[in-house]
């Protein structure tokens, strides 16, 4: 790791305080949790597909963040080794329920506890994945089916859409979560946009369902 790369890192607030939690600072810790708990819980639940299942996962996700404390590295933006953490919990959940297919997770609910960047990115979803100009939608239930265009996307797909739009993370940055080159990601990213145009574009133009 460059110096000028630490010296970047330590800039970031949030590796000062996980640095702080790799000391064995509780206080350090359940502010990262505060700040960071609703995000992580808004980012499984779209993954996973099940509010009660991305509420128990999101306690994984930080006790998982808490055992590792003495290894992390500020190599990288402290939201980016979370999410790490939160996309290897996901995929762990996934492969669980695929082996027991009969265990239904119900549907998602309405979250409201949604971020103001998550509510704003289903716009710019709608935007992103469609030419044809939006008429008037109501909003509520325009986000209902952006959410269900994103959940008809596969799972590397809906993750790395879910980072680059709704957590502003860079193709690098995914790439690093999704253990994938960048290039791949921007691959990835040019073919979940087509999939999410032809997904909405019916709902948009003359305000069919997405199925």
């Known amino acids: 790791m460059s110096v000028s790369s630490t010296h970047l890192d330590l800039r970031d607030e949030d590796v000062l305080r996980m640095l702080a939690v790799q000391q064995d600072d509780a206080a350090a810790f359940e502010d990262l949790m505060l700040r960071y708990q609703g995000r992580v819980l808004t980012l499984l639940r779209h993954i996973v597909n ?20 003495k290894s992390y590295k500020p190599e990288a933006k402290f939201t980016t080794w979370l999410f790490t953490i939160a996309n290897n919990v996901a995929l762990n959940a996934l492969r669980t329920r695929s082996r027991k297919p009969e265990v239904q997770l119900g549907t998602t609910t ?83 946009r087509i999939n999410l145009r032809d997904a909405l574009e019916g709902y948009v133009e003359k305000g069919r369902k997405v199925r």
């Open 110 to 192: 309405q979250d409201t506890g949604q971020s103001d960047a998550f509510l704003a990115a289903d716009n710019a979803i709608v935007a992103s994945s469609s030419t044809i100009p939006a008429r008037q939608i109501d909003k509520i239930e325009m986000r209902q089916m952006v959410h269900l265009a994103l959940e008809s996307l596969g799972e590397r797909q809906r993750t790395a859409v879910l980072l680059n739009k709704f957590e502003g993370m860079s193709y690098l940055e995914i790439a690093d979560v999704l253990e994938m080159s960048p290039q791949a990601v921007k691959s990835l990213l040019c073919r979940a």
């Open 50 to 69: 099940s509010r009660d299942l991305a509420e128990d996962l999101t306690q994984e996700v930080f006790l998982r963040m808490f055992r590792a404390r």
